[in-house]
């Protein structure tokens, strides 16, 4: 069954860390595009970050720069969102995507969602 599946979310205090997963089974994600989004009740989905699928180029929303790493581990067939410092507003369910179109920038539609995560920042 080809599907992506996020995993690591939770209920931490602001400032804290998570670390989500998105793995991959039936295809291998080290030639597809992924991203992560978040949404937050009431809100639209937004874009939080991607890493391309040529040359691992990352990309990452302004509000979470320099906070949010995006990486993968091919050996896993895995890519991960490092989330630091994390604070009230980046609370929502992150979900992961994966894209089988080749290039250095984000996609503007991907081929595989997962179900996604819920990660709620809150003392």
């Known amino acids: 069954q080809v599907q992506v599946v996020e995993s690591g979310g939770g209920l931490v205090p602001p400032g804290g860390s998570l670390r989500l997963s998105c793995a991959a089974s039936?295809?291998?994600?080290?030639?597809?595009?992924i991203g992560w989004f978040r949404q937050a009740p009431g809100k639209e989905r937004e874009g939080v970050s991607c890493m391309s699928s040529a040359n691992d180029v990352t990309f990452y929303r302004a509000s979470v720069r320099g906070r949010f790493t995006i990486f993968r581990d091919n050996a896993k067939n895995t890519v991960y969102l490092q989330m630091n410092d994390l604070k009230p507003e980046d609370s929502g369910v992150y979900f992961c995507a994966a894209d089988s179109s080749w290039g250095e920038t984000c996609p503007a539609e991907y081929d595989y969602w997962g179900q996604g995560t819920q990660v709620t920042i809150s003392s």
């Open positions: 039936g295809f291998s994600l080290d030639r597809y595009a």
